[in-house]
Nanobody, 125 residues
Framework: QVQLVESGGGLVQPGGSLRLSCAASGSIFSIYTMGWYRQAPGKQRELVATLTTDASTNYADSVKGRFTISRDNAKNTVYLQMNSLKPEDTAVYYC???????????????????WGKGTLVTVSS
């Protein structure tokens, strides 16, 4: 079983910064895509940023130039550095992992579409 555990959320003033982390565990050999999504109250979950193992990134237009996604493949961890935060960035941020190669004994299996439980980011003065 794959587990994703997020950390780093909290309350920050407008213009401030936060860094989110998400660590994946569960006999993982590699993860092709790791990313972040968010869901604000009363809204649908939306893409924030994704990063593949071949360094392909995808950002929502609303966060380009302010947020940076990075990852440590050796630790199966993805980060989201959020700068110049705005009140509209307030949301629960979810970690996502896709195309996960796991090793169970001598066998490799692939699993898809795992989510963390989310971490709350509140931007308010």
């Amino acid at each position: 079983q794959v587990q994703l555990v997020e950390s780093g959320g909290g309350l920050v003033q407008p213009g401030g910064s936060l860094r989110l982390s998400c660590a994946a565990s569960g006999s993982i050999f590699s993860i092709y895509t790791m990313g972040w999504y968010r869901q604000a109250p009363g809204k649908q979950r939306e893409l924030v940023a994704t990063l593949t193992t071949d360094a392909s990134t995808n950002y929502a237009d609303s966060v380009k130039g302010r947020f940076t996604i990075s990852r440590d493949n050796a630790k199966n961890t993805v980060y989201l550095q959020m700068n110049s935060l705005k009140p509209e960035d307030t949301a629960v941020y979810y970690c996502h992992a896709d195309a996960i190669r796991r090793t169970i004994g001598v066998t490799s299996i692939y699993e898809y579409d795992y989510w963390g439980k989310g971490t709350l980011v509140t931007v308010s003065s």
